[in-house]
T-cell receptor, first 113, second 114 residues
Framework: QKEVEQNSGPLSVPEGAIASLNCTYS??????FFWYRQYSGKSPELIMS????GDKEDGRFTAQLNKASQYVSLLIRDSQPSDSATYLC?????????????FGTGTRLTIIP | EPEVTQTPSHQVTQMGQEVILRCVPI?????FYWYRQILGQKVEFLVS????????KSEIFDDQFSVERPDGSNFTLKIRSTKLEDSAMYFC????????????FGPGTRLTVL
């Protein structure tokens, strides 16, 4: 069973600080990694994708990937109350060439004003 | 910006009834997916669809489930005889393909089985 693990939280971070979210995955063959944001009662919204080892920055968001350690992280700089949501780590897993997203349980992030 | 749409937003049905959930994927996308999320649980893959056939299905996607692309725009999920445990949010997603791996999700249909 190919798994994606996240700390479910809740993670509380003061407004303006850096929020750090972590994820590990079991399928060593995975090549594509995503972070989705999900507000309560809403659908997952794609915020970052990363395919290569290292860092990828987009505005206040930085995704980090370490394939050797099977570890993906998301940093949110200058956290805002609107960043309060559940953050889902998702990994493309492949079965005989067919791809699907495997999700972690999500980390609930609360930004404290 | 193009987006995935889903109807209805909320469906209430009696156990044993058939339901059809509808999705309109992003127009130039080639790969289509259904996922579900039971309240408080993680998003789970149900089925993927490409070139008018199922590519992969999960253990959840048993004989009670079927998918169809009846025309050039709609993508449907049918549950033939609903059970209480089918109550969940159902999300449709689409992917452009051709090297683009990002999947974009619709707003979901909340299915309540009574």
């Amino acid at each position: 069973q190919k798994e994606v693990e996240q700390n479910s939280g809740p993670l509380s971070v003061p407004e303006g600080a850096i929020a750090s979210l972590n994820c590990t995955y079991s399928d060593r063959g995975s090549q594509s990694f995503f972070w989705y944001r999900q507000y309560s009662g809403k659908s997952p919204e794609l915020i970052m994708s990363i395919y290569s080892n290292g860092d990828k920055e987009d505005g206040r968001f930085t995704a980090q990937l370490n394939k050797a350690s099977q570890y993906v992280s998301l940093l949110i700089r200058d956290s805002q109350p609107s960043d309060s949501a559940t953050y889902l780590c998702a990994v493309i897993t492949t079965n005989f060439g067919n791809e699907k997203l495997t999700f972690g349980t999500g980390t609930r992030l609360t930004i404290i004003p | 910006e193009p987006e995935v749409t889903q109807t209805p937003s909320h469906q209430v049905t009696q156990m044993g009834q058939e339901v059809i959930l509808r999705c309109v994927p992003i127009s130039n996308h080639l790969y289509f997916y259904w996922y579900r999320q039971i309240l408080g649980q993680k998003v789970e893959f149900l089925v993927s669809f490409y070139n008018n056939e199922i590519s992969e299905k999960s253990e959840i996607f048993d004989d009670q489930f079927s998918v169809e692309r009846p025309d050039g725009s709609n993508f449907t999920l049918k549950i033939r005889s609903t059970k209480l445990e089918d109550s969940a949010m159902y999300f449709c997603a689409s992917r452009q393909g051709r090297g683009y791996n990002e999947q974009f999700f619709g707003p979901g249909t909340r299915l309540t089985v009574l």
